[in-house]
T-cell receptor, first 114, second 115 residues
Framework: EAQVTQNPRYLITVTGKKLTVTCSQN?????MSWYRQDPGLGLRQIYY???????DKGDVPEGYKVSRKEKRNFPLILESPSPNQTSLYFC?????????????FGSGTQLSVL | AQKITQTQPGMFVQEKEAVTLDCTYD???????LFWYKQPSSGEMIFLIY??????QNATEGRYSLNFQKARKSANLVISASQLGDSAMYFC????????????FGTGTRLTIIP
């Protein structure tokens, strides 16, 4: 089954404790991206990657890191989480091409930073 | 920069009635795609429908149709014969070709279907 898998689904942590949210897709997609969703703001892009070893900042990259060592994986790293990073996070992937491909989303990770 | 505007924070609609969710967009790029996603209370993002900027016909997918008015820069979602399971948050989004390829989202409309 074609899917984007995020883990964990829920995460509660404390300020300053490094954490990683994993994302993996099995569709051989070149493009992967992280979004955060906050009430009244919709979804905002954090980082994206157009291919292996190619990553770039989105609209709200501060406080986050990513890596793309393999095509299928795109982990999101919070080196020193803060309460303002409490949010619902989505990983997404798609093909890149002449047609505008829809993004496939993971199930989301609800993060609470105390 | 591109922008998506959804002006209806919430809507209540009687079951079996049709509903229109508004979406306007702003971009100077001639090539773009418009998407609608549904987010039920469980949280996942479900793709509903897509409209390309060069498509001549309005997109349809089952009970969903997209009323695309290019000159007005609007891309309203129409749900026919609404069902209780349609209660959810609905997001309009736009994607430009080349470069980032990111989706720019609106702030969403929470639709509640009343029995």
């Amino acid at each position: 089954e074609a899917q984007v898998t995020q883990n964990p689904r829920y995460l509660i942590t404390v300020t300053g404790k490094k954490l990683t949210v994993t994302c993996s897709q099995n569709m051989n997609h070149e493009y992967m991206s992280w979004y955060r969703q906050d009430p009244g703001l919709g979804l905002r892009q954090i980082y994206y990657s157009m291919n292996v070893e190619v990553t770039d900042k989105g609209d709200v990259p501060e406080g986050y890191k990513v890596s793309r060592k393999e095509k299928r994986n795109f982990p999101l790293i919070l080196e020193s989480p803060s309460p303002n990073q409490t949010s619902l996070y989505f990983c997404a992937s798609s093909l890149i091409g002449g047609d505008l491909e829809k993004l496939f989303f993971g199930s989301g990770t609800q993060l609470s930073v105390l | 920069a591109q922008k998506i505007t959804q002006t209806q924070p919430g809507m209540f609609v009687q079951e079996k009635e049709a509903v229109t969710l508004d979406c306007t967009y702003d971009t100077s790029d001639p090539s773009y795609g418009l998407f609608w996603y549904k987010q039920p209370s469980s949280g996942e993002m479900i793709f509903l429908i897509y409209q390309g900027s060069y498509d001549q016909q309005n997109a349809t997918e089952g009970r969903y149709s997209l009323n695309f008015q290019k000159a007005r820069k609007s891309a309203n979602l129409v749900i026919s014969a609404s069902q209780l399971g349609d209660s959810a948050m609905y997001f309009c989004a736009m994607r430009l070709n080349f470069g980032n390829e990111k989706l720019t989202f609106g702030t969403g409309t929470r639709l509640t279907i009343i029995p």
